[in-house]
């Protein structure tokens, strides 16, 4: 900053001075002229400061008299459609991995001349993101993505690899890397999921693109992050040239989740046309995901395909964002209906291994909402118990990053709920079984034999896989004990009851440590909830924490989740009467998850 020789005055003006085109009085060190006008004086500093601009407001607008570009998709004239010929290398039907379909296309992210129509749309949802270099890339790549739309979709690639043009291969990919060949998989995809030319979705592809955009540039930076612990190796940046060869279901499912997410970053305060807005929108999206799903399932072609199944688990995922709408047991049972078509579980992960990361997500859902479900309502993911709890140890690298739940714990948690569902149905033919009992008691010893000192992974967070550790060994134990109580296979004694008691003071202890410390905090609440049902023997006092922390973490993890949680233990706690399926007397998920696609 310039001063005059007095060193009293300024040698130019402040910035807002200069913005509103009025004398500035040189006055240090804030223009009094700013403070006469109620303004905040930025100062006189050669660069201008950055400035916060809240949700729903903009620096600029577009005049009047200059209406807005539109952008549609032409629709392909019938006599451009090309007969179907058979390539002259033609592709190896036997594949049945959707994943070797796709092969990555080199597309330069500095080409310019790209016509960015879009982008002015698109800078409400990025306003201020400090990457400007990845939000110009991505913006680069939309506009690839329609270009690729404009070129008139699947009729247009189906005349290229028809007429054997290489030349128009290698423009419309922008690669001379086997163009052709890369034309004939995308159509093979195209045709395998019937994946429509989405000619009705002229008006909408901005919304798809724009979703995915925010998807790239907001939601996966935030997730990648809190993944400090434990990266995910399933969390992946979209691309967007792929948009095109994926069904309209997951586009519409896409909207969705980027919507919903941008809602719950609101701050609160906001202006509520722009929450109804927004809100209809997802509304809009998700009626039209629901369409298109069920034309899926009505098609022998489709009915059970690789895209029918992602789509049903991002479909369940997105909904469990926002709970109001969420019925993931329908979602539940549907999926194991398709699961069962292609062959059952295990058969399904031998035979496309790709979907292995998506079906890790099912897993998760189906046994922690089996946790919050009544005992005589439990979804098994395969037929037998023994195979369920093999899938889990196999899979259990892929399932951690989501929760942090060590694997001994988190497969007694599955023998818990499998235990609770025989003793349930032996208890409605009024049936005792004496194995029941003995089964609780191993299963209270082998979660008390869990030691977190040795499980915790030495290194920089040290500490804090302690704290995981301590925190879920608590919340298991709880949830092992107050499940079977209120099934009478565990006694309502004085041992068992000092169990709880000890275990719900050590969950509390830790949940006050873990809500310090924000890696550890995201993954909390499945233990919260459960500290939450074991406070309906305690004091005010620890129901309005468990209350107050679950309203935090809605607002951290940007999802409606922990507020549908506290309703149940409101509602709960107002009966008075401690047990779990008191608490839980209807199907409930709690569940977060962390990655919806």
């Known amino acids: ?69 539109t952008y549609t998709i032409p629709s392909p ?106 034309l004939e998989r995308l159509l093979w995809v195209m045709h395998t999921h019937d994946v429509p030319t989405y000619d009705y979705l002229s008006n909408e592809t901005s919304d798809v693109v724009q979703a995915v955009h925010y998807y790239n540039v907001r939601i996966h930076p935030e997730f990648k992050a809190s993944g400090e612990l434990a990266p995910n190796p399933a969390l992946i940046f979209l691309p967007l040239h792929i948009l095109h060869i994926l069904p309209s279901t997951i586009h519409h499912i896409l909207v969705c989740i980027s919507l919903n997410y941008f809602i719950q970053c609101l701050p609160s305060g906001t202006d509520r046309s722009a929450v109804v807005t927004n809100r209809s929108k997802v509304y ?102 023994s195979q369920t709890v093999e899938y889990v140890r196999e899979t259990h690298s892929l399932i951690f990053p989501y929760i942090l739940c060590p694997r001994e714990l988190f497969v007694e948690v599955i023998r818990t709920n499998q235990l609770r569902k025989k003793a349930s149905a032996a208890m409605k033919l009024c049936e005792i079984e004496s194995n029941h009992v003995m089964e609780a008691y191993d299963l209270l010893a082998r979660i008390k034999a869990f030691v977190p000192v040795d499980w915790a992974q030495p290194g920089a967070y040290y500490d804090e896989w302690l704290l995981i550790g301590t925190m879920f060994q608590s919340a298991v134990a709880i949830y092992c004990t107050m499940s079977l109580q209120s099934l009478t296979i565990l006694p309502n004694s004085l041992e068992i009851d000092t169990i709880r008691s000890v275990q719900g003071d050590r969950l509390l202890k830790s949940l006050r440590a873990a809500v310090n410390v924000p890696r550890v905090m995201k993954f909390a609440v499945w233990p919260l909830v459960v500290s939450g049902v074991e406070a309906a023997y305690r004091d005010e006092a620890a129901r309005n924490y468990v209350d107050s922390v679950l309203s935090d973490l809605s607002c951290v993890l940007r999802t409606n989740s922990p507020l549908k949680a506290r309703a149940v233990l409101r509602r709960y706690w107002q009966k008075g009467v401690p047990g779990w399926d008191e608490c839980f007397d209807r199907p409930e998920t709690v569940l977060v998850a962390t990655c919806m696609c």
């Open 284 to 385: 809009h999206h998700r009626g039209a995901a629901i369409r298109a799903l069920s034309r899926y399932l009505e098609t022998d072609k489709t009915r059970c395909s690789d895209f029918t199944i992602t789509s049903i688990l991002m479909f369940m995922s997105m909904d469990l964002q926002n709970p109001a709408m969420a019925d993931w047991r329908s979602h539940a049972s549907g999926m194991n209906r398709v699961i069962d078509m292609r062959g059952g579980f295990k058969n399904l992960m031998k035979q496309a291994p790709h979907l292995t990361p998506a079906l890790v997500i099912y897993m998760i859902i189906v046994i922690i909402g089996n946790t919050c479900s009544p005992s005589w309502n439990q979804i098994d993911i395969d037929n037998s118990p």
């Open 77 to 182: 004239k019938a006599d451009q459609l090309p007969q179907k010929e058979d390539p002259s290398e033609p592709l190896n039907s036997s594949s049945d991995n959707d994943a070797a379909v796709l092969v990555p296309i080199d597309l330069r992210s500095d080409v310019t001349g790209w016509e960015l129509g879009n982008e002015a749309g698109w800078s409400y949802m990025t306003e201020n993101h400090p990457d400007s270099t990845l939000w110009e890339n991505t913006c680069r790549q939309a506009a690839e993505v329609n270009r690729l739309f404009g070129l008139g979709g699947r009729a247009k690639i189906e005349e290229v690899v028809a007429k054997r043009l290489h030349k128009e291969a290698a423009k419309m990919l922008r690669s001379e890397k086997e163009p052709l060949r890369t």
């Open 1 to 69: 900053m310039k001063q005059s020789e007095s060193g009293k005055k300024a040698t130019r003006q402040c910035w807002e001075c200069l913005k509103r085109r009025l004398v500035c009085d040189h006055t240090l060190p804030h223009c009094k002229k700013c403070q006469k006008y109620g303004k905040e004086c930025p100062g006189y500093n050669e660069q201008k400061p950055l400035q916060f601009v809240e949700t729903g407001k903009v620096t600029s607008r577009r005049r009047k008299d200059c209406p807005p570009k």
